[in-house]
Nanobody, 126 residues
């Protein structure tokens, strides 16, 4: 059974930094992409970033490019989202997710993902 357990998040001031973690278990993730999404109140869940578990290829939403960095630790089976230069508009619940995609597709829609973490709140105060 696949489990994605998130940690990190919290309250930070405008311009601050936070790191989110997502520990994956239950299978080998070589053919998976791991994604981060976020959902603000009253808005749809939106794509933030993804990383291919095998090879480490990454892709970012334009809104976070240059500020956020996604990475993974193969030994720990953990994916990270380092968030720098945070803005109030980054405030949302953040979710990690796993997409089984041996073809290597770039999946940015929530429906593309098979497994989800529990979500963690990130609040950026102005």
């Amino acid at each position: 059974q696949v489990q994605l357990v998130q940690s990190g998040g919290g309250l930070v001031q405008d311009g601050g930094s936070l790191r989110l973690s997502c520990a994956a278990s239950g299978r080998t993730f070589n053919n998976y992409a791991m994604g981060w999404f976020r959902q603000a109140p009253g808005k749809e869940r939106e794509f933030v970033a993804l990383i291919r578990w095998s090879g480490g290829w990454t892709y970012y939403a334009d809104s976070v490019k240059g500020r956020f960095t996604i990475s993974r630790d193969n030994a720990e089976n953990t994916v990270y989202l380092q968030m720098n230069s945070l803005k109030p508009e980054d405030t949302a619940v953040y979710y990690c997710a796993a997409d089984y995609s041996p073809s290597g597709r770039v999946a940015t829609a929530p429906d593309d993902y098979d497994y989800w973490g529990q979500g963690t709140q990130v609040t950026v105060s102005s």
